[in-house]
């Protein structure tokens, strides 16, 4: 089952299914987003919307987008926020965004799908206005290191989501080749995570 399927076959359960990871990256995006307030925002892999609620609060105008339908199909069916539009999109081709037109850009939980992370940054950097701000937040590579990767269960079957390593300097290196700048890097745990290594990782960038 390749990645789109599997969001797709996902996605009527997602927010049903115990997951710690999506229940951490909803706890972090706020406590290092939350005292911003932009002009236009684009959430690049929305999922089911958990995220979206909260942007369309700190940002005037919100685009959200998924490759999923399923997963975007589920995101509009709870949230009726008149400043957010959602659109399908595949964002490993050409993004469907103007030159300079978001203050804010964030990414959670789907680069570990995405192998080329420089395109990646690429198309961040032309979407962001000056001064604009990049925000990943995405599993741990010490994780993936030990086997950890997006899964989810149907019954006795558990399904793995297709994955790539991404080291911490992968993300830097990316980065810098396409003009953004580091103003932070944290690493998270839950509060079940108890000596275990750091569940996400995350980094605040800056054009």
């Avoid at 037109?101 to 979407?127: K, M, P, T």
Wanted: charged share 20%; net charge negative; glycine share 6%.
């Amino acid at each position: 089952m390749d990645v789109q399927q599997a969001y797709d076959t996902w996605s009527a359960t997602y927010d049903a299914d115990e997951n710690l990871t999506r229940d951490l990256d909803r706890t972090v995006t706020k406590t290092i987003l939350g005292d911003l307030r932009c002009l236009s925002v684009l959430e690049v892999g929305c999922g089911t919307g958990k995220n979206t609620p909260f942007l369309a609060k700190i940002g005037d105008v919100v685009t959200a987008v998924d490759f999923s339908a399923g997963m975007i199909a589920q995101a509009k069916a709870k949230i009726s926020a008149q400043n957010v539009t959602f659109q399908v999109a595949d964002i490993t081709q050409a993004w469907p965004t103007a030159d300079a037109a978001f203050d804010l850009i964030i990414c959670n939980l789907i680069l570990e799908h995405i192998e080329d992370l420089g395109f990646i940054f690429a198309e961040a950097s032309r979407s962001l206005a000056a001064d604009g701000r990049l925000f990943i937040s995405e599993l741990h590579p010490f994780r993936q290191y030990l086997g950890g990767k997006a899964r989810f269960q149907q019954g006795e079957e558990t399904t793995f989501i297709p994955a790539h390593i991404h080291h911490a300097s992968d993300f830097l290196t990316a980065a810098k080749a396409n003009g953004l700048n580091l103003l932070a890097l944290d690493e998270w745990w839950h509060e079940q995570d108890e000596d275990s290594p750091p569940r996400l990782i995350t980094f605040l960038f800056q054009k």
